[in-house]
């Protein structure tokens, strides 16, 4: 069974790019959430996907987006980067029979200049 | 104010030490309590997961909860180097999908 993945590891951009992040989920996951982990912060919650549409969304302006696909595995993207979206995206996803626990990916460091 | 506050530490113990790691929330809504450890530059990683009151407990870990102080704590005993890392609490209300995390505290457990 493998875990959370997700690419890339690392990514520099400049402000006002635009990002792509991707992540798998876990075998058997259905639901995957992105977090963004400024640092020395804790995670805070971007949004979630269930079936492929979006089921939650934390206090993130629009330019902040994603998809997840039929094999549940999903995207971020994020439009006119800005310098404060440096930061380590997180990826987590849980199953069916345990939405309460979810299991993160080793993350994406977004470095915007 | 914050929802869920952690003391960021840093803590540092020799090993072998009885580690106490604590958080307060604010929000009775929250019902679902969780501990995860996280390593330099990885993902955080599941330890305890708990939704009732008292103490849960799984190897060197006890996880505990107050609700009605609307406090929980982790407790590492016999604690490695290997323990070093950062310590997440987070939560989850019985509504929604949003879980909510401290800003996790850093440990060193010097050998």
């Known amino acids: 069974e493998t875990g959370v993945t997700q690419s890339p590891t690392h990514l520099i951009k400049t402000r006002g790019q635009q990002v792509t992040l991707r992540c798998s989920s876990q075998s058997g996951h259905n639901t995957v959430s992105w977090y963004q982990q400024a640092l020395g912060q804790g995670p805070q919650f971007i949004f979630q996907?269930?079936?492929?549409?979006?089921?939650g969304r934390g206090n993130f302006p629009p330019r902040f987006s994603g998809l997840q696909f039929p094999n549940y595995s999903s995207e971020l993207n994020v439009n006119a980067l800005e310098l404060d979206d440096s930061a380590l995206y997180l990826c987590?996803?849980?199953?069916?029979?345990?939405?309460?626990?979810?299991?993160f990916g080793p993350g994406t460091r977004l470095t915007v200049l | 104010q914050k929802e869920v506050e952690q003391d960021p530490g840093p803590l540092s113990v020799p090993e072998g030490a009885i580690v106490s790691l604590n958080c307060t929330y604010s929000?009775?809504?929250?019902?679902?309590f969780m501990w995860y450890r996280q390593y330099s530059r990885k993902g955080p990683e599941l330890l305890m997961y708990?939704?009732?009151?008292g103490n849960k407990e799984d190897g060197r870990f006890t996880a505990q909860v107050d609700k009605s102080s609307k406090y929980i704590s982790l407790f590492i005993r016999d604690s490695q180097p290997s323990d070093s890392a950062t310590y997440l609490c987070a939560m989850k209300k019985v509504a929604g999908n949003q879980f909510y995390f401290g800003t996790g505290t850093s440990l060193t457990v010097i050998p």
């Open positions: 996907y269930y079936r492929e549409e979006e089921n």
């Open positions: 987590a996803s849980s199953s069916p029979s345990s939405t309460d626990t979810q299991y």
């Open positions: 708990t939704y009732s009151s």
């Open positions: 929000n009775s809504a929250f019902q679902y």
